[in-house]
């Protein structure tokens, strides 16, 4: 059988990542314009990205987007966490398949439906819409995301390791925090990364749960897209950009350096 | 084949030395509070049933460990023997009965407030922590003082002989380091009781023998009650001073290595410890010590042996490969048990060889010969006609 490249092997290829990452390439190459004109290349300059911090509107959402994510993440994993143990500790309790089965849907629930409804539930309790509806309205999307990382993590989990510990005389609560929490913090850690990331980047749900002075960074760039694309839009584009592929790039770095170690250990204490 | 081979070798070569060699002082040899009816046995499981649903895990089971001894439980996947260490551990509360640990009922208690400690089957070391705080871990939970863990975890490491492991990850040591990584963290705590389930499992055939010694040696250092589960009857023999062999959730019996091996009291226990012929027939006659079967494939057989049996019940005469002698000729020795057969199969293990005879009604006898000289021809080979014989204290009959 021919392994090598054949020419339909390398179009498809170069046609797929073509259509992927060329609207992203052309992005960050018109963030370098110097021409106000989106579509006219006028000459390299970083002009816009200091217009940008200039820009206060901007940088409030940025500022506020941040805040949403953290919060949003943090409380999302600690729920998210919970939901996943219970799936996964408590057997075949009564309702379980209903529990898991509500504790995923938001995963295939169209935002727009999760949006408005949670919009009705703000409006109906008189809760004044702004940074905290959008808090709690990315809480609930995104705990399930952190519950389905946790939970694969602890399949794999081997439970004698908590029952060594209470055997040694450790309460099932403290062994939780001393044994379990610490072997599957990586999971953990990777299921906040993944709501923060969820929430930086939502704008459906946010539009419908926010209220006055909780504009966030997708909602700004959207308002302002409409009235035309600027190149500091570009700008603050190729910035989010660049901190999303660091982040996934230290990530994956990381994992990959830590199997690496762990192989070498391993190779070493069979030898001797 | 070739492994229960070994094992009823090992299992002979061990009644010669009782207790398995160096390490057994004349002490040793008259430790048996089981016989005395005025000890009390340390651990007690009194009419203990566990049910998982409608699975019923252990029946109705009575069992008592003694103090200082170490004790196996031995049998199938599936037959019990987990549960009730879990139930001793406080895993798993069982449904019936109620569990005694020195004269104290701890059916309910849970796990971190018992005087007993576990050896896990995957060692279940904590991944995050390296050997020394591993090993501290128990203390830890006691609130001992810092410099007291200290000396113990060094005191534990010597004993295990892990010292230059101290600061490793679990996932930096062998599996064999990691086996006695498990040990010391659950002797740390100098409990009256260390359970060990599978505790040799995952190691290799070498390695398992090693430890097997080490861990007989250990037991009878520190003074400590050693209840072990196993599948391997190879392993409960050789560790043990009583074995209890279990199936489907009922000891079978209880009784020291080399009474399950010599009289075992069932098919059951003789086939699962070691190699058996088991030769069928009915009971002819049971006078003065002596009982006559009346067989298919050999006539009458005599056995020296005890029995309440009626003339005429189903019973099966019990012989072990290495105690059936095989012949040419017509045996010079004076014993009531010979047979016929035709070679069917020879099996050359090395050291010993297993020769297979068909009896004239069907039945395949097993005997084992020692390679007393090399192999260059085979004095007996397939298609022959032979003899067998065997002495009538060398079998037992089996009733059930």
């Excluded at chain 1, 729920?79 to 398949?97: D, E, M, N, S, W």
């Excluded at chain 1, 913090?185 to 969820?198: D, E, K, N, Q, R």
């Excluded at chain 2, 498990?182 to 389930?197: E, F, G, N, Q, T």
């Excluded at chain 2, 020291?256 to 010599?262: D, G, L, R, S, V």
């Amino acid at each position: 059988m021919n392994r090598g490249p054949s020419w339909f092997n390398i179009s498809s290829i170069v046609l797929g990542f073509a259509f992927l990452y060329l609207p992203i390439v052309i992005l960050v190459i018109f963030s370098f314009n110097e021409s106000r004109l989106v579509t006219v290349w006028a000459g390299f300059s970083t002009k816009w990205y200091g217009e940008l911090f200039r820009n206060q509107g901007l940088m409030d959402a940025a500022w506020v987007t941040a805040r949403v994510a953290f919060v949003s993440a943090s409380i999302a994993t600690v729920l998210g966490t919970l939901a996943a143990i219970t799936l996964v500790r408590f057997g075949r309790f009564h309702g379980r398949t209903l529990f898991s089965g509500m504790v995923y849907a938001p995963l295939v629930m169209p935002e727009v439906i999760t949006g408005l409804s949670l919009l009705l539930l703000f409006v109906a309790i008189n809760f004044d819409r702004g940074f905290w509806t959008v808090v709690i309205a990315h809480i609930t999307f995104s705990m399930c995301f952190v519950a389905v990382v946790v939970q694969s993590r602890l399949v794999t989990f081997d439970t004698s390791v908590e029952e060594a510990a209470m055997d040694l005389g450790c309460p099932p609560a403290k062994t939780f925090f001393v044994i379990t929490l610490p072997i599957i913090l990586p999971a953990v850690i990777s299921g906040w990364m993944l709501a923060f990331t969820l929430s930086l980047d939502d704008l459906v749900i946010a539009s419908f749960t926010t209220g006055p002075g909780a504009t966030t960074l997708p909602m700004k760039i959207y308002s302002q897209v409409r009235l035309g694309v600027t190149p500091e839009i570009n700008a603050v584009c190729t910035i989010l950009i660049a901190l999303v592929t660091i982040g996934v790039v230290t990530a994956s770095l990381i994992t990959k350096h830590q199997e690496v170690e762990r192989k070498r250990a391993e190779a070493a204490a069979v030898q001797g | 084949m070739a492994r229960k081979a070994s094992a009823a070798k090992a299992a002979s070569a061990k009644a010669k030395t009782p207790g398995g060699g160096k390490n057994v002082g004349p002490v040793r040899r008259t430790f048996a509070p089981w016989n005395d009816p005025a000890a009390k046995p340390f651990i007690l499981f009194e009419n203990v049933t566990k049910r998982f649903g409608d699975f019923v895990a252990v029946k109705n089971l009575t069992l008592g460990i003694h103090e200082r001894e170490f004790f196996s439980l031995l049998g199938p996947s599936g037959c019990g023997k987990t549960t009730l260490l879990r139930m001793l551990a406080g895993f798993e509360t069982p449904s019936e009965g109620r569990i005694l640990l020195d004269g104290q009922d701890v059916s309910t208690v849970p796990p971190y407030r018992r005087p007993v400690n576990m050896m896990f089957q995957s060692y279940a070391l904590f991944p995050h922590m390296n050997v020394a705080d591993n090993i501290a871990f128990g203390l830890k939970q006691d609130k001992m003082p810092k410099g007291e863990i200290a000396d113990r975890v060094d005191e534990m490491l010597k004993l295990v002989k892990l010292e230059p492991f101290k600061t490793r990850k679990p996932h930096q040591l062998s599996g064999g380091q990691r086996q006695r990584v498990a040990l010391a963290r659950s002797i740390a705590k100098r409990p009256k009781v260390l359970l060990l389930d599978e505790p040799l499992g995952a190691l290799d055939k070498k390695l398992r023998e090693q430890t097997q010694f080490e861990l007989t040696d250990l037991q009878q250092q520190l003074g400590l009650t050693f209840l072990i589960v196993t599948h391997d009857q190879e392993e409960a023999m050789t560790v043990s001073d009583r074995i209890a062999v279990m199936d489907h959730g009922e000891i079978v019996q209880v009784a020291t290595p080399a009474e399950i091996y010599e009289y075992p009291n069932s098919r059951y226990v003789a086939d699962f410890i070691g190699d058996i012929n088991l030769i069928e027939g009915t009971v002819a006659s049971v006078r003065s010590g002596k009982v006559t079967v009346d067989t298919p494939d050999a006539g009458k057989l005599v056995v020296q042996q005890d029995i309440a049996a009626d003339v005429g019940q189903k019973a099966w005469i019990a012989i072990r490969p290495e105690k059936v002698r095989i012949g040419l000729g017509k045996p010079a020795a004076r014993t009531p048990n010979v047979m016929r057969g035709e070679v069917w199969d020879i099996g050359y293990l090395g050291d010993v060889s297993t020769y297979h005879v068909r009896l004239p009604a069907g039945t395949t006898v097993k005997a084992l010969q020692a390679n007393a000289t090399r192999l260059v021809e085979r004095p007996i080979t397939w298609d022959e006609q032979v003899y067998l014989s065997f002495a009538p204290d060398g079998a037992v009959v089996l009733l059930s």
